[in-house]
């Protein structure tokens, strides 16, 4: 049971768990208005919608080795429990150079092969930089996956979602030259990175932790694409899985279960819904009607 703020992205995210439970017989649905709402969802994502998801993921040295580590568990969760099972996955991470953890190539048919590399990505295998912040090479690597999995056909027809994960700013100290490493990722030296990740319409979502600070890569997603979290702790990393749900697990396209049940609606129009919460209300319950029954 979890207890959001009520807002268009929960009436969104109570859809899609209504729609991923497993139905019984008869089913009553109650619309009950207060300050928050509770959804379930504990079956994973059964979204039929096609889409391609890259997950980009900080090992600077600002995360530190167990941070990290619980990054790399936040990602294997999100990819079990909020990624369609047909979706192509690619990971990547990053400090002064950039890891191939997962490519779009690799084995998609099932989560275990890129489960099993992210396990061996984590820093009780050795494989921790905790150097510097070398975004925009990160973002570099990760386009030219994209393309290449374009060309190659190891994408479907859907959108194409790359979550960056980072707790700083791009940083090229620790030994990084101009070279190798240009801070300047929504300046003149990011131009080119950028141009192509419009022509490849990738969508990109900002996941930011701790001392984070939005400004330097504030061009790569739209404000309602950036998501934070004062932490590395468990609850807030649960907390910030749960909110990027609603993105990584689009809604499919119409209730395909050929199960039979029941549906009553009850819905409250007290007088602390208000007139414009009713009107909500109904609108919610004429698109579960049309979309999710």
Not at 87 to 100: G, K, L, R
């Amino acid at each position: 049971i979890v207890s959001k703020t009520l807002n268009q992205s929960v009436w969104k995210a109570f859809i899609r768990s209504f729609r991923n439970m497993k139905l019984l017989s008869s089913l009553i649905v109650v619309v009950l208005w207060s300050h928050s709402v509770t959804a379930q969802d504990d079956e994973g994502c059964t979204t039929t919608a096609d889409y391609n998801v890259q997950i980009v993921l900080d090992e600077s040295g600002s995360v530190s080795a167990a941070n990290y580590d619980l990054s790399v568990e936040f990602v294997k969760s999100l990819i079990v429990n909020d990624i369609s099972e047909t979706a192509p996955v690619s990971v990547y991470s990053f400090s002064n150079v950039i890891d191939e953890v997962y490519r779009f190539d690799g084995d998609q048919t099932s989560r275990d092969n890129v489960l099993a590399a992210l396990d061996n990505a984590k820093s009780t295998e050795g494989n921790y930089q905790g150097l510097c912040t070398n975004t925009l090479a990160a973002l570099d690597t990760a386009v030219t996956e994209f393309e290449r999995a374009n060309s190659a056909g190891d994408l479907n027809n859907g959108p194409k979602l790359l979550y960056l994960i980072t707790d700083g700013v791009p940083f090229c100290g620790c030994g990084l030259t101009s070279a190798n490493c240009n801070p300047d990722v929504c300046g003149t030296g990011g131009a080119s990175v950028r141009a192509r990740i419009d022509a490849l319409d990738i969508r990109i979502f900002t996941l930011g932790v701790g001392s984070f600070d939005i400004a330097q890569i504030q061009c790569l997603s739209d404000d309602a694409d950036v998501f934070q979290i004062n932490d590395f702790s468990t609850e807030s990393l649960e907390a910030l899985e749960e909110a990027v749900a609603v993105t990584s697990c689009p809604d499919p396209d119409g209730c395909v279960t050929t199960a039979e049940y029941n549906i009553q609606i009850l819905i409250d129009e007290s007088g602390s819904v208000g007139s414009s919460g009713w009107d909500m209300s109904v609108d919610f319950v004429e698109s579960l009607i049309e979309d999710d029954i």
